[in-house]
């Protein structure tokens, strides 16, 4: 009872081979330098995918997540704001009129 019915047929898994070095130039930068140490990296592929445009730079990755649902959560804190200041102000008429004594 492997998925249990949960439409795994729909992932679809990248073939490894799109994810080529050469496609990368920080990449190719990388492993020349390893490669002037006399060094190599038999898992650097695995790391190509972070680099693909889509994904986008770690930079942007990070904002995009912080900023995440500013275009509604600015207008709701106005709002909010906004009713605050409504309610507090009939709040205030409303003490104002019974303190003459």
């Known amino acids: 009872m492997v998925g ?3 439409g795994h047929d729909s992932v679809k898994i990248p ?3 799109c994810y080529k ?3 990368f130039p920080a990449l190719v930068k990388f492993q020349e330098r390893l490669a002037n140490e006399g ?17 986008k730079t770690k930079t942007q990755r990070v904002l995009t997540y912080c900023l995440r649902g500013w275009k509604m959560g600015i207008p709701a804190f106005l709002i909010t ?3 605050e200041q ?7 008429d409303d003490h104002d009129h019974g303190d003459h004594h």
């Open 4 to 6: 249990h019915g949960h």
């Open 39 to 55: 060094l190599q990296d038999p898992w650097l592929r695995n790391e190509a995918w972070r680099y693909h445009p889509i994904y």
């Open 81 to 83: 704001i906004g009713i």
């Open 86 to 92: 409504l309610l507090a102000m009939n709040k205030k």
């Open 15 to 17: 073939s490894p081979d």
């Open 21 to 23: 070095l050469e496609n």
